[in-house]
């Protein structure tokens, strides 16, 4: 069995999701921790982790793996508390090991705490010398562990004026959920890069880095944590505090295009809504003339049908996907290779055969599968294959918690776009333009589009860019 890299994979990925949730009435909650990781495993498939409080002390069930390979029902049944946090993992800081999966737990003269993070601090390097320096020793090797060491290493005796100081000192995205003594406690970075959302059952409240994890345990929402905010939950009360005043609204458009599950609703936008926009949105700024559309599995489904319904050109099932394929499978030998053995997606030859097929996914990275997809196509018969693409073009890092390659293996950045058409083999490629990109969004939210433009909400440290 081979381990697939991250070279193998020519998509962007978000590095995690968490969950938080309470009883009211002081029933344990693991259960509906479980299947909340569960709504959120497309965030993070190396690890998952869940912990509970029970009466101010931390229980903690942690591995690699899928949430249903972690847990099984004893494991839940131990997970004992009336409140608890989840964490499921892809690692963009920090090397990919039990080590660093999270929650993670620590002590300090408050007592037991536990956090689970999403995102990534920018000066998590500096911060992590200094606190080496003044004698601090790390058990991991992620950025989360130096927000767990900056709380327990506080002089207040006061939670909250121990989670301020060490927010104010903070840079970078994070989306928190933590749990310590009585309170539950959500916290979104001072530009709300990462999402985070608070829910309500009869008894309980619920904190989630996408609503789709609300609906499976039939939470509603109650709203977005805003940008710069803290909650502090005591069972059915929720206290609210900014901690910084310096806030604005840059919530990751990649969360909307590929990230996010398309039945999720983030910041008061539709996931799926926006991606039928950007379609008919790429129509409006690309049109052409084609006999059929087709989407790539699954994120450039709904950008497809948006450019089929505006456009009025048919939409069909183009690829069948193997839903058995995981992160581990013998990988073909370089015969098979380039005898264009497809593993995870294969055409539809009655459907794509003779035909003039535009073609739509959510972004292209290296380049690697979209000439793979088109080489499939070809393969069965396509006449001409017309590439569109539901984001701009893709020519920076992110440094806020989505693994993106080098700049030089940014096919983007080092290519044209009449150079990427090449490579790929299509007979036209088109990309969404970044005022397009944020028309379709359709709501007065600011969004980060660093990856495009190059162009932050925040600085960069140099050494960084």
Do not use: W
Not at 19 to 28: H, T
Not at 248 to 274: K, L, N, W
């Amino acid at each position: 069995m081979i381990f697939l890299n991250k070279e193998d994979d020519d998509k962007l990925h978000e590095e995690c999701g968490v969950f938080g949730i309470n009883s009211f009435s002081g029933r344990d909650v693991a259960e509906k921790v479980y299947y909340g990781l569960y709504a959120l495993q497309h965030r993070g498939q190396e690890s998952a982790g869940i912990a509970s409080n029970l009466n101010g002390e931390i229980i903690l069930k942690k591995s690699m793996g899928l949430v249903q390979d972690v847990f099984n029902n004893q494991d839940i049944q131990e997970l004992r508390g009336d409140i608890a946090i989840g964490h499921v993992r892809y690692s963009t800081s920090g090397e990919s090991s039990v080590i660093n999966a999270q929650p993670l737990v620590g002590k300090s003269r408050l007592g037991q705490m536990c956090i689970a993070h999403n995102g990534t601090l920018v000066n998590a390097g500096i911060l992590r010398e200094l606190l080496e320096d003044s004698g601090t020793m790390f058990q991991t090797t992620i950025d989360s562990e130096v927000i767990l060491n900056l709380i327990v290493r506080s002089g207040n005796k006061d939670l909250i004026r121990s989670l301020k100081e060490t927010l104010n000192v903070i840079k970078g995205a994070f989306a928190l959920t933590m749990t310590m003594g009585e309170y539950l406690i959500g916290i979104r970075d001072p530009y709300g890069i990462r999402p985070l959302i608070l829910g309500k059952t009869e008894d309980n409240y619920v904190l989630a880095s996408e609503s789709c994890a609300l609906d499976v345990i039939g939470a509603r929402i109650v709203r977005d944590i805003e940008p710069g905010e803290m909650v502090i939950i005591e069972k059915d009360q929720v206290t609210s505090i900014k901690y910084s005043e310096k806030t604005q609204h840059r919530v990751c458009s990649f969360e909307y295009i590929y990230f996010a599950r398309p039945d999720s609703t983030m910041d008061g936008v539709s996931v799926y809504d926006a991606r039928l926009r950007m379609g008919a949105t790429l129509y409006d700024e690309h049109p052409v003339e084609a006999d059929l559309v087709i989407g790539v599995p699954d994120s450039g489904i709904a950008a497809a049908l948006g450019f089929s319904r505006h456009s009025g050109i048919p939409f069909d099932t183009g690829f069948v996907k193997n839903k058995y394929i995981g992160r581990t499978f013998i990988a073909p030998s370089q015969e098979l290779r380039e005898k264009a053995v497809n593993i995870k997606l294969n055409a539809m030859r009655s459907v794509v055969e003779g035909k003039r097929v535009v073609l739509i996914d959510d972004s292209i990275v290296r380049g690697t599968t979209s000439r793979k997809l088109i080489e499939t196509l070809r393969f069965a018969g396509a006449r001409e294959i017309h590439f569109r693409v539901s984001s701009p073009m893709v020519q920076h890092p992110c440094y806020f918690g989505i693994d993106t390659p080098y700049r030089e293996h940014l096919i983007a950045a080092v290519k044209s776009k009449e150079e990427i058409r090449q490579e790929i083999g299509a007979d036209s490629l088109e990309f969404i333009s970044e005022p397009g990109l944020l028309k379709a969004l359709d709501h007065d939210n600011g969004y980060c589009t660093g990856c495009f433009s190059g162009i932050y909400p925040m600085s960069i440290p140099q050494e960084e860019e």
